[in-house]
């Protein structure tokens, strides 16, 4: 009966935990602490600083090894778990750099959250736009999934076109004409070129 009673109120907990934290407050939560990174003046002396920051807030909500797999597609199966290990880094570092890169160029554009989607328990969707100074805008739509009681982003879709599919379609063609080692060499210099900026 005790054992019982501790897992409702561990269940409870858990959902109440969850309840707290919706896909669009997470997202909102990021977006809001890298603005505070890329407007803070003592940051703006130190670029390695700021970029590393920048790293540390996006690598809490995206979830790396969930878009490596999806970015792979089929390929990822055939990887045994030290290639799918190095993959995921050499990707995470890809998306880190390129994506960090993006919002350094960040002047006080407007982000609107528009609406939430929770498909079920797992899977949801945050949309919103980013509106800039002369009102042009464009969407910018997170998909997220739940890794231990939280919302991570798994893919990135821009003006209706998905980061991941995208990569998708470049790492397969590259694997189908040269083979998989051929993008590990491709994403290792892409890598090496990244972290010397």
Same mark, same amino acid.
């Given at each position: 009966?005790?054992?019982?009673?501790?897992?409702?109120?561990?269940?409870?907990?858990?959902?109440?935990?969850?309840?707290?934290?919706?896909?669009?407050?997470?997202?909102?939560?990021?977006?809001?602490?890298?603005?505070?990174?890329?407007?803070?003046? @003592?940051?703006?002396?130190?670029?390695?600083?700021?970029?590393?920051?920048?790293?540390?807030?996006?690598?809490?909500?995206?979830?790396?090894?969930?878009?490596?797999?999806? #970015?792979?597609?089929?390929?990822?199966?055939?990887?045994?778990?030290?290639?799918?290990?190095?993959?995921?880094?050499?990707?995470?570092?890809?998306?880190?750099? #390129?994506?960090?890169?993006?919002?350094?160029?960040?002047?006080? @554009?407007?982000?609107?959250?528009?609406?939430?989607?929770?498909?079920?328990?797992?899977?949801?969707?945050?949309?919103?736009?980013?509106?800039?100074?002369?009102?042009?805008?464009?969407?910018?739509?997170?998909?997220?999934?739940?890794?231990?009681?939280?919302?991570?982003?798994?893919?990135?879709?821009?003006?209706?076109?998905?980061?991941?599919?995208?990569?998708?379609?470049?790492?397969?063609?590259?694997?189908?004409?040269?083979?998989? @080692?051929?993008?590990?060499?491709?994403?290792?210099?892409?890598?090496?070129?990244?972290?010397?900026?």
């Amino acid at each position: 009966m005790i054992k019982k009673i501790f897992l409702m109120f561990i269940a409870s907990v858990f959902m109440t935990t969850h309840a707290w934290a919706t896909p669009t407050e997470d997202i909102k939560k990021t977006v809001d602490e890298v603005i505070r990174i890329i407007a803070d003046k @003592e940051m703006k002396k130190n670029d390695t600083k700021r970029r590393q920051a920048l790293k540390k807030t996006i690598s809490l909500v995206f979830d790396y090894k969930e878009m490596s797999k999806r #970015s792979l597609g089929k390929h990822w199966n055939q990887r045994t778990a030290v290639e799918q290990k190095q993959f995921s880094e050499l990707f995470a570092t890809l998306l880190e750099n #390129s994506y960090a890169g993006k919002i350094e160029s960040y002047n006080n @554009e407007k982000i609107v959250y528009i609406k939430e989607i929770v498909h079920d328990s797992n899977n949801a969707e945050v949309r919103s736009k980013v509106v800039t100074a002369k009102r042009d805008e464009f969407t910018l739509d997170y998909k997220l999934t739940t890794q231990n009681g939280k919302w991570m982003v798994y893919d990135v879709v821009i003006e209706g076109v998905s980061l991941v599919s995208n990569y998708r379609s470049q790492f397969n063609r590259i694997i189908t004409a040269n083979g998989y @080692e051929a993008l590990v060499k491709k994403l290792q210099n892409k890598s090496s070129e990244l972290k010397s900026l």
